[in-house]
């Protein structure tokens, strides 16, 4: 049999600004913006291998972590060589370091930080 599905093509992610959050991803994994259509409010970068989608929408909300008032929809999590330089180098892009932090948070186990449209993500060390 046949399976129906062959290929994930793109992850879509909305936002205030499409062409400034495909910049944002591109820039923290090393990858590339490979397009910018503002007609269309519409961006997409190669992040990782994978291809990255972003779509302004309007009345964009915020998420709010950890509240669910208006909540998170989805994370992603990234495997860094250094948790400290990785965490310097996304707040030196825009993302800000979440105000709270899960407990293994604190010990150092991964950090949750906050791209610049308000969506977590995590930064996570090698596994011991």
């Known amino acids: 049999m046949t399976t129906p599905v062959t290929e994930l093509i793109a992850f879509t992610i909305d ?43 309007q009345d964009y909300a915020r998420p709010q972590w950890p509240g669910q008032e208006h909540p998170q929809q989805f994370h992603l999590d990234f495997r860094v060589p250094d948790l400290e330089a990785a965490t310097e180098h996304a707040t030196s892009l825009g993302a800000t370091v979440a105000d709270t932090q899960p407990a293994a948070a604190v010990g150092g186990a991964w950090r949750v930080m906050l791209d610049p449209d308000g969506p977590p993500f995590c930064l996570c060390p090698p596994q011991e």
């Open 15 to 57: 936002s205030a600004d499409a062409a400034a959050l495909a910049r944002f991803y591109a820039d923290l994994t090393g990858g590339e913006v490979t397009g910018d259509y503002p007609e269309y409010c519409y961006a997409s970068a190669s992040v990782l291998g994978a291809t990255f989608n972003f779509q302004t929408v």
